[in-house]
């Protein structure tokens, strides 16, 4: 005898296992962030924060950052107009190019850097010739934060120019605007909301930057040690340290995806926006 089960059963079962799939996926991504708070001694956090080896840590990851973040901005936001806004053959490799860093394994990004850099490498001997090392000093790091930091803006930025309605630096351009104002006053101030989420991303990624960096810059304290190789280095030597240090990322990257989310909702809220100005459909004669 065939027994139906009932439809309202069906359902509570199969939100039953969505929801223990759910509780294990949750918990599992939740225990290492829950045992990192629980395990650290959070009473001595200010007294290790203070520690003149964590400040060395804190200054080199400061300075490389700023200026990596310096770079992916002035270099990254134009790189991404064009890309946004030019059709032509080759384009789609181009794009494959900016977005090929997020998916290589950070070694193959740091022994990369090492191959083009190095004094044997590909650009070693003119750079040689002009008196300049890379590897293994502080411009290493600030070039291994660019080369696995830049595509999370650059991507974020091209997408943010082609959602800029085509029409208004159209309008801006029949009223007389070359293309560098239209870039200026028009596509950049539009884009300024997904150029900014875009940032977010590659700051919160250049910030926990390790592969790459350790291979190509080495971990020297005061040199090229950042928070995440500063982990790495403290892990045998003062593990409570060490925690410590984890403990300021997770809070850093906490305080950055929240800000990535406000900003995202911002965007959200204004999308539907209209132009302040509506240009004239003949020209001023």
Known sequence: M?????PATR????????ALAAGISLAFLALP?????TEAPLGQIPDLLSDPVLQEILAVTLRTNLIANALIL???TPTAYLLATRRFPGRAILVTLVELPLVLPPAVAGIGLLAAFS???LLGPPLEEAGIVIPFTEWAVVLAITFVASPFYVRQAI??????DPRLPDAARTLGAGPARTFLRVSLPLAAGGLLAGWVLAFARGVGEFGATIMFAGNVLGVTQTLPLGIYEQLDSNFDLAL???VLLVILSAAVLLIYKLISSWRSSISTSTFPFRPSRSLPR
Request: glycine share 16%.
């Open 2 to 6: 065939h027994l139906s089960v009932p």
């Open 11 to 18: 359902r509570a079962g199969f939100t039953a296992l969505l």
């Open 33 to 37: 962030v829950v045992a990192l708070f």
């Open 74 to 76: 002035l270099l990254g």
């Open 119 to 121: 004094a044997g490498g």
């Open 159 to 164: 997408a943010a120019f082609e959602a800029v």
């Open 244 to 246: 410590a240090i984890g």
